[in-house]
């Protein structure tokens, strides 16, 4: 039996980190344990890594939830988590989607009426006596058709809103629906158009005619000015209101109206022409730069001539396109006037006043032979 003898090794090498594996002195960097006074803890601890044996280090299993996708509603027979919106009531969630909005909008009205028929109940207990009342507030009201369409779409988004997100049952289809609108076909006469341009002063007739002749929005024919103009070429580039780069052609009439315009002035030529008119007193009164003034100014206008329809720079518009396309007879070039993006939206323009079907073309077509005549 033979007797290994280990060698002796002091606390003062062990706190120096000179100890290898084998229990030999050895040279090594000094580490933290500088202090001669070693506790006994970390000598054991420096100990038993420096003579254990190397333990492979367990695996480590996190334990992840994937996230999943959010969709939009849910489905049948599930229900949402409890949470303080579910314990909500109906009319505090609906009053507080509805805050900071226009009280005109029909979001806030449709809010407004459902919050006072359902009172202060949980979301759940939403029933489809619920929407029976509210569709019979709707009709009570006696709205116009376009105020009504509008206020059953809203009602319809904040029903659906409330079983998406907050546990309501699904009732939106419950509401009632209305036809859709059909587009306004209301167009200015000849007559019209000259007892309007008789009467009014210059600014109102160069407003009237960016609007009659060119077929330009209201908001923007106030808003143009010399930077729009380029006198050489005789037209108007401006930017419309869905963001697309327009330029048209001006008349005689535009031409002679802002000729007393200032160039260098970058103010709107309507407002130039106001501006430099005489006043009573001697005094310019207030004029606000802005289209809803000139609004009221064309009404009074149209109410002095004795037009008592409701007419409007818009339906000047309108009057342009039809014109146009009753002259042409090709579409696109009321889109091209119009300066739409969308064909569609030129299409509402005319949905009105579409050509009629000639007597004649429904007696070529009916022969089997026609599309041979048309080739030959």
Not at 222 to 240: K, W, Y
Not at 262 to 267: C, E, G, L, V, Y
Not at 288 to 294: G, H, Q, R, S, V
């Amino acid at each position: 039996m033979s007797i290994t003898c280990v060698p002796r090794v002091k606390c003062e090498d062990i706190a120096s980190g000179s100890v290898s594996k084998g229990g030999q002195a050895t040279k090594r960097t000094p580490t933290r344990l500088q202090t001669k006074d070693t506790h006994v803890r970390e000598s054991w601890k420096i100990l038993r890594r420096l003579a254990g044996q190397h333990r492979p280090a367990h695996p480590k299993i996190l334990q992840h939830t994937p996230r999943s996708t959010r969709v939009r509603g849910r489905a049948k027979g599930t229900r949402a988590p409890k949470n303080e919106s579910e314990r909500a009531t109906v009319a505090s969630l609906l009053l507080a989607e509805i805050t900071g909005r226009n009280q005109h909008a029909p979001v806030y009205q449709a809010g407004k009426l459902l919050a006072s028929i359902v009172g202060k109940i949980q979301p759940g207990q939403l029933s489809p006596a619920h929407i029976h009342d509210a569709n019979a507030a709707i009709r009570k009201a006696a709205y116009s058709h376009s105020t009504l369409t509008n206020k059953v779409s809203a009602t319809r988004r904040l029903l659906r809103w409330l079983w998406e997100y907050h546990g309501a049952p699904k009732l939106d289809h419950l509401v009632d629906t209305y036809p859709g609108l059909r587009p306004r076909n209301v167009t200015a006469t000849d007559e019209e158009r000259a007892l309007l341009t008789k009467a009014a002063r210059p600014y109102m007739q160069l407003w009237i005619a960016l609007c009659g002749d060119l077929a330009i929005r209201s908001t923007t024919a106030a808003r143009i000015g010399p930077a729009n103009h380029d006198p050489s070429g005789r037209t108007l580039r401006f930017e419309t209101k869905c963001g697309e780069r327009l330029t048209l052609p001006t008349t005689e009439t535009i031409e002679d109206l802002i000729e007393p315009c200032d160039r260098k002035d970058p103010t709107p030529f309507v407002y130039q022409l106001w501006r430099n008119e005489p006043h009573k007193h001697g005094a310019t009164p207030r004029f606000i730069e802005d289209p809803a003034t000139l609004r009221r100014h064309f009404k009074a206008l149209r109410l002095s001539v004795g037009i008592t329809r409701k007419l409007t720079l818009h339906d000047l518009r309108r009057t342009a396109a039809v014109a146009m396309f009753d002259y042409t007879g090709d579409i696109r070039d009321v889109q091209a006037l119009l300066g739409h993006r969308n064909l569609q939206s030129t299409i509402w323009y005319l949905d009105h006043d579409m050509r009629p079907v000639k007597r004649s073309t429904l007696e070529i077509i009916k022969r089997p032979a026609w599309r041979k005549e048309k080739t030959a």
